[in-house]
């Protein structure tokens, strides 16, 4: 009669003596009560436990130690060896030898290298082909801050000037440029990357204006930006050259403090004739500024030249271009200069003096109005971000067709900053423009929320839904039921999932991530969602003000988490080797500069004698094989997120995208080593991307997974995709 004689290797935290619990044993179909009966130590393989079954063919069981850790339930019908590395095997594999060969083969030479990655694809499909935004992976960086290859353009804005032990002006704020991208697309497309999400690229005025979020004329690119054979234009080509697409920011709320060139002025005094108290004129010493902080890189020293300012303002261009004769400020009868002069008629802003035709004349946001629809969307967000009046047809027409040159340029997507601050109806009115100018475009926005942000329907937060990230992602009137309108086609950036980063990946936990996945279903299309660690704002550490501190497991462990999840990865520039680790996302203090930020420069570490020092840190390998994975299976792309399960420590989920012929179980670890058990799953054979194993699965997946990697176990899929690495693996 047949005998099967199984094995087991446990976990070292596993108490003794190890138990076997069985059932419905073949041909006599008999089993034992539970916890089972106790596994004989193996003397020839010390931490090995044997028990046989005689005149049995087959047998289902369970694994213990009878204090609560557990296997799956397993099924035999012939010898075994079985542990939490390598699942079934024909023949033993010691604690140091190769866990990562497929169940039932011979045992690995422990000397010898891991299984070869699968032949999957690592070239990125021409963009011609990539119609649906979910197959992107985004990198995110401040253009001026990314890498210099002009310096001829580069330009110190009047404010936050970093000064060198010499006294000598350094770091420009506008120093990385078009050409300077051009130069490192290639840096981006390594790291596995198919669009670039850049910041505002229209021509910009104020005192700290290299961001891009303080528009002066949508029609026109900064030329701080542009160079010679590196325009714009050039840009786009040479991203879409390489497969990138390239996604714009674009500000509708808001234009700078000095209006819209050629359509209208905001009245100030010219810059130029500002004189600080305790100075005089002439005599202003503000690196390049010199003599006074009238913009030193233009012969007629004025922030604008805006054809609608007064004829005095437009005289004084070329008559008086150092601000020393005499001005009258037409609001109050004096003189200018005159030291300690009214601040505000400079770089102020009186509100009730606005132009009704392209402003709101509501004041600005203070106090309880962050939380607050009209005042948000009425009231002015700082003197430099002064309030369109958007449901206009004047403003509406100048913006859409402003933005629908870029598109007929080859942009292929927006994101749409300050959302909140526009009224849903009324912002889809652009968003919807686009769309119908370009059909396929996808359009994202910012709504930022420290919270969970969702808004009427509970949870502790203090806004209503009118002004949380759902709100927009839908078309139904009713606060408290998403489900009252369909979806409106324009995702968001999920700040509900980052703002939880705080307390969960922050503190090396998931604990807590499952309650944000369960609220998917109040998103219009909860798989077009933008998601990300951080960004040029908010960072998920303690007040949301830093760069990413955490360790560098943890680091991994959310990126194994955002990749694997529903919606669409953003990287910040710079995460990828941890960039400013810790540092204030922007200036803090009254004397900080951008070096001191997150905000710093980014191209000393892409030059090319330190290029390969940066592409050796092992989040850029980390994240690179996690854009390679993902490009793999569309499951990962595409799916919802079903059966999701949350532990702390560990993650469970399924992405199924069965319909395109794509099906996965996901499981992540944070801290240390999970078992994982889905159950319900298809059956079939599974193979793990990250190891390479194979488990012929009847409904029910259970696997280890190794500290702060992820197993991702893809129905009929290819196998180990990439390279292990010191977290993948």
């Not at 008086?320 to 102020?348: A, C, S």
Request: proline share 7%.
């Amino acid at each position: 009669m047949t005998e099967i004689t199984v094995h087991f290797r446990k976990p070292d935290d596993w108490a003794e003596p190890v138990l076997i619990h069985f059932w419905d044993r073949q041909p006599v179909n008999d089993g034992s009560d539970w916890p089972g009966v106790p596994m004989a130590p193996n003397p020839e393989h010390p931490g090995w436990f044997t028990h046989r079954f005689p005149r049995t063919t087959r047998v289902h069981l369970v694994f213990n130690d009878g204090q609560g850790q557990q296997s799956a339930d397993l099924a035999r019908e012939r010898d075994g060896w079985f542990s939490f590395e390598t699942h079934w095997r024909d023949r033993p594999v010691e604690a140091n030898a190769n866990a990562n060969a497929p169940d039932d083969d011979p045992p690995a030479d422990p000397s010898a290298p891991p299984p070869a990655p699968a032949i999957v694809s690592d070239e990125i499909r021409p963009i011609e082909e990539r119609n649906d935004f979910r197959e992107e992976t985004i990198y995110f960086l401040l253009t001026t801050r990314f890498n210099d290859g002009d310096p001829s353009n580069n330009f110190f804005c009047r404010d936050r000037i970093r000064f060198d032990e010499h006294g000598n002006a350094v770091d420009p704020h506008w120093r990385g440029d078009f050409k300077g991208l051009i130069q490192r697309l290639d840096y981006i497309r390594d790291l596995g990357f198919t669009a670039i999400w850049i910041t505002p690229p229209v021509e910009n005025r104020s005192g700290l204006d290299y961001h891009g979020y303080h528009a002066y004329d949508w029609t026109r690119i900064d030329p701080r930006l542009e160079s010679p054979e590196a325009t714009f234009q050039d840009l786009i080509d040479a991203a879409h050259a390489k497969g990138i697409k390239i996604i714009q920011d674009v500000v509708v709320n808001h234009s700078c403090q000095y209006g819209i060139r050629g359509k209208v002025h905001i009245d100030h005094l010219p810059t130029k004739y500002y004189v600080p108290q305790g100075s005089e004129q002439g005599r202003v010493d503000h690196g390049p500024y010199q003599g006074n902080l009238g913009n030193y890189a233009w012969p007629n020293r004025c922030d604008i030249d805006n054809p609608l300012a007064p004829d005095w303002w437009q005289a004084r261009h070329e008559s008086d271009p150092e601000g020393m004769e005499p001005l009258e400020d037409p609001k109050t009868g004096e003189t200018v200069p005159k030291p300690g002069y009214d601040p505000g008629r400079f770089f102020g802003v009186d509100a009730q003096t606005l132009d009704p035709e392209w402003y709101h004349q509501d004041g600005f946001i203070c106090g309880g109005d962050w939380e607050s629809p009209w005042p948000l969307q009425q009231k002015h967000l700082a003197g430099d971000c002064i309030d369109l009046a958007t449901e206009r047809d004047n403003v509406k027409d100048y913006i859409i067709e402003a933005i629908n040159r870029y598109l007929d340029m080859g942009v292929d997507a927006l994101r749409i900053d300050t959302v909140k601050h526009v009224e849903r109806d009324n912002l889809l009115e652009y968003v919807n423009a686009w769309k119908a100018h370009k059909p396929g475009l996808f359009v994202f926005g910012e709504n930022l929320v420290k919270g969970y942000g969702w808004g009427d329907l509970g949870g502790g937060d203090n806004g209503p839904s009118q002004i949380r990230p759902w709100w927009y992602t839908r078309l139904g009137d009713d606060p408290q039921d998403p489900h009252a309108g369909g979806d409106s086609g324009f995702p968001q950036l999920d700040f509900g999932l980052f703002s939880t980063f705080r307390d969960t990946l922050s503190r090396g936990t998931f604990e807590g991530t499952g309650q944000v996945l369960s609220m998917d279903w109040i998103y219009g299309d909860v798989t077009q969602l933008v998601t990300f660690l951080q960004n040029h704002d908010v960072g998920p550490d303690n007040d949301f003000k830093y760069r990413f501190k955490g360790e560098t497991w943890m680091a991994a462990s959310a990126y194994n988490l955002i990749w694997t999840a529903r919606g669409i990865p953003c990287l910040y520039f710079g995460e990828e080797i941890e960039f400013m680790k810790g540092a204030p996302q922007d200036v803090e203090g009254e004397k900080d500069t951008l070096d001191s930020t997150g905000r710093a420069y980014f191209g000393d570490h892409l030059t090319d004698e330190r290029l390969q020092q940066t592409q050796s840190h092992p989040l850029y390998r980390h994240i690179q094989r996690l854009n390679l994975i993902r490009r793999n299976v569309p499951a990962l792309q595409k799916a919802t997120m079903r059966q999701v399960s949350e532990w702390g420590s560990g993650m469970s989920f399924v992405r199924d995208l069965s319909a395109a012929g794509s099906y996965a179980a996901v499981g992540l670890a944070i801290g240390s080593d999970q078992q994982v058990e889905i159950g319900g799953v298809r059956p079939g054979l599974y193979r793990d991307a990250v190891t390479g194993g194979e488990i012929h699965c009847d409904g029910h997946l259970s696997f280890r997974v190794r500290a702060n990697s992820a197993g991702i176990w893809v129905l009929d899929g290819p196998g180990k995709i990439g390279h292990d690495g010191p977290f993948l693996r």
